[in-house]
Antibody, heavy 120, light 106 residues
Framework: QVTLKESGPGILQPSQTLSLTCSFS??????????VSWIRQPSGKGLEWLATICWEDSKGYNPSLKNRLTISKDTSNNQAFLKITSVDTADTAIYYC????????????WGQGVMVTVSS | DIQMTQSPASLSASLGETVTIECRASEDIYNGLAWYQQKPGKSPQLLIY???SLHTGVPSRFSGSGSGTQYSLKINSLQSEDVASYFC????????FGAGTKLELK
């Protein structure tokens, strides 16, 4: 059974760095062809892909946010991470992690999401 | 960047009706398209991938079609549990989502 669960700080102030953790089970990020991605959704709005990391440590970033994003993984502990630097109120959103394939990049399993609020 | 234009933004339909939602890509995405269902307060759930392949466990009343830049999701015999928002996603070049369609019961 594949499960993913996000965790984060809940609230942070503008200009701080947001650190998110995705803890997963039922698959391994050392398995060929497997990737984990981060996607966010501001309240009542659409979905925005942020970043992806794959089994062989290749990484992809949304070009519009690339300079602020860092994705990483801890394969032995079944976790993936995302850091977003210099946050502002526009980064307030629900953040999801999801599993996807390296070739067909659709997201077949999603976490429940974690709400992150940026406020002074 | 590939842009995804999804229509309609909202839709009201009756139980048992057939519903169609469309997505148009700004360039050819070679069937690199998925559809998701999102119920209020929940995470998105995969319905269709590769434009027309049904994800495991998804009811057969959902189907996807299209090619090139034009794709559609069809829901046959609408059920009450289908009330949700629906999003398309292209994954041919990076990943971008449509703005979503909110489906309500008439």
């Amino acid at each position: 059974q594949v499960t993913l669960k996000e965790s984060g700080p809940g609230i942070l102030q503008p200009s701080q760095t947001l650190s998110l953790t995705c803890s997963f089970s039922g698959f391994s990020l050392s398995t060929s062809g497997i990737c984990v991605s981060w996607i966010r959704q501001p309240s009542g709005k659409g979905l925005e892909w942020l970043a992806t990391i794959c089994w062989e440590d290749s990484k992809g970033y949304n070009p519009s946010l690339k300079n602020r994003l860092t994705i990483s993984k801890d394969t032995s502990n079944n976790q993936a991470f995302l850091k977003i630097t210099s946050v502002d109120t526009a980064d307030t959103a629900i953040y999801y992690c999801a599993r996807n394939g390296a070739i067909s990049h659709y997201f077949d399993y999603w976490g429940q999401g974690v709400m992150v609020t940026v406020s002074s | 960047d590939i842009q995804m234009t999804q229509s309609p933004a909202s839709l009201s339909a009756s139980l048992g009706e057939t519903v169609t939602i469309e997505c148009r890509a700004s360039e050819d995405i070679y069937n690199g398209l998925a559809w998701y269902q999102q119920k209020p307060g929940k995470s998105p759930q995969l319905l269709i991938y590769n434009a027309n392949s049904l994800h495991t466990g998804v009811p057969s009343r959902f189907s996807g079609s299209g090619s090139g830049t034009q794709y559609s999701l069809k829901i046959n015999s609408l059920q009450s549990e289908d009330v949700a928002s629906y999003f398309c996603q292209q994954y041919y070049d990076y990943d971008t989502f449509g703005a979503g369609t909110k489906l309500e019961l008439k």
